[in-house]
């Protein structure tokens, strides 16, 4: 394969507060300019992947560290007050553009294709939405990072979508698929987990506010497997070195609406570790020919 063919993606799961992992990762590379030509981002994975595609360091745990505590930025008060736990005025629009400035210039001139998975909640498929202006592009990133039963479904280009995760927790096979040879995957749980199967309350809510949309219930249903089939597929491709894997060393107890700074903070700097420790691989594999 000449250099010239080798294209290379960052395939990031999802995951809420535990995508901090991602984003110590993330903060890690581009301190060693190691820069790809493709992003893949889920969820959480999506909106830390926005601040490693404008080249900005730290400022994913800056934002979050100052505004964790803030009912706005995620909070159940925020859903029984807007109806998203997330609020959407405050985590896409001021913070971005006035309190912790995107630098959406600088993403607008990188040579990367930028890509949010989000789930299509007629159909109950994954769709992948390449953003090429940040600011245009905010509701495809909020949308894949809305989770189900605390978001509201977002309207894109005439589509229905919420969280990517449901859909494709993994998308690796779509990296492959779009071209990209050379992927790095970032995971936000150590390795063996494995997802258990949904529970009779979530069933029961799913079923009932998604009724209108049974392919989606259904692959909220079948998510925990369809999320243990990509792990073990992640695993074979990692043993053959056709993908290289950062995930969690260790478990850390996070919760998706984590409050306490601390964890989030070890979350973070085990995301920086665990991609320092293996910065040689990551310099290798993505050299490699």
């Known amino acids: 394969m000449h250099q010239a063919d080798v294209k290379s993606a960052l395939v990031l799961e999802g995951g809420a507060k535990r995508g901090i992992y991602t984003a110590g990762v993330l903060d890690v590379l581009l301190e060693n300019e190691i820069i790809v030509n493709g992003i893949f981002g889920v969820s959480a994975g999506a909106i830390h992947g926005c601040s490693y595609a404008s080249r900005q360091i730290g ?7 100052k505004y964790n505590n803030d009912y706005r930025f995620m909070s159940w008060r925020s859903l ?5 736990m997330v609020e959407t005025k ?3 629009h001021t913070l971005p553009e006035k309190l912790d400035p995107y630098d959406n210039a ?21 769709e992948y939405i390449q953003c090429r202006d940040m600011f245009k592009d905010i509701d495809v990133i909020r949308a894949s990072a809305s989770m189900p039963l605390v978001s ?33 995957v970032v995971l936000t749980r150590p390795k063996n987990y494995r997802k258990k199967s949904v529970n009779t309350l979530v069933k029961f809510l799913v079923k009932r506010i998604y ?14 497997q369809m999320y243990n089939v990509q792990v073990a597929r992640v695993e074979e491709l990692e043993k053959t070195g056709q993908i290289l894997v950062i995930r969690p060393s260790r478990k ?9 700074l601390d964890v989030i903070k070890q979350m973070y700097h085990l995301g920086r570790t665990d991609a320092q420790k293996i910065l040689p691989q990551i310099q290798s594999f993505l050299s490699d020919k």
């Open 252 to 260: 850390i107890n996070i919760s998706r609406m984590e409050r306490n």
């Open 90 to 92: 405050f985590s896409y």
């Open 80 to 84: 029984l007050l807007t109806g998203n």
């Open 106 to 126: 600088t993403f607008m001139q990188q040579d990367m294709a930028f890509y949010a998975v989000c789930s299509n909640v007629k159909t109950g498929q994954p």
């Open 211 to 224: 009724r209108k949309y049974p392919k989606f219930v259904q692959a909220i249903i079948d998510r925990p």
């Open 59 to 65: 400022r994913s745990i800056r934002y979050t560290q």
């Open 152 to 184: 509201q479904i977002v309207d894109v280009q005439g589509k229905k979508l919420l969280d990517g995760g449901i859909t494709d927790s993994i998308p690796v096979d779509a990296a492959f698929q779009k071209g990209f040879n050379k992927n790095i």
